[in-house]
């Protein structure tokens, strides 16, 4: 079965950086769209960015998406989530999630993809 596996969370003070990592396996990668989506406490989930098989990307967040960039390595089957300037509202668990049934466009809503990771925690301090 497909498996994602996400990396690179932790705990940073504001304005610092993170870069997160997803690693897909168990089947191609390379012409899927994947997305990353967070989740903090009491709050729905909310799509952060897609990225297509070709490096297209969008932005689900005018408030992120001048801080934040998601890109892909198909040859390493990785996706990657570079967070700048983070600060504490940024606090969530991050998801990583493929599209793999569905159609080959971007979505932001969390019902579009099929596949996630575990998940990883990012804390932003004061």
């Known amino acids: 079965g497909v498996q994602l596996v996400e990396s690179g969370g932790g705990l940073v003070q504001a304005g610092g950086s993170l870069r997160l990592s997803c690693t897909v396996s168990?089947?191609?990668?390379?012409?899927?769209?994947m997305g990353w989506f967070r989740q903090a406490p009491g709050k729905e989930r909310e799509g952060v960015s897609c990225?297509?098989?070709?490096?297209?990307?969008?932005s689900y967040s005018d408030s992120l998406k001048d801080r934040f960039t998601i890109s892909r390595d198909n040859a390493k089957n990785t996706v990657y989530l570079q967070m700048n300037s983070l600060n504490p509202e940024d606090t969530a668990m991050y998801y990583c999630?493929?599209?793999?049934?569905?159609?080959?466009?971007?979505?932001?809503?969390?019902?579009?993809?099929?596949?996630w990771g575990q998940g990883t925690q990012v804390t932003v301090s004061p």
């Open positions: 999630a493929a599209r793999f049934r569905g159609s080959r466009f971007c979505s932001g809503r969390s019902t579009d993809y099929d596949y």
């Open positions: 168990g089947s191609t990668f390379y012409d899927r769209v």
């Open positions: 990225i297509l098989m070709s490096g297209i990307v969008e």
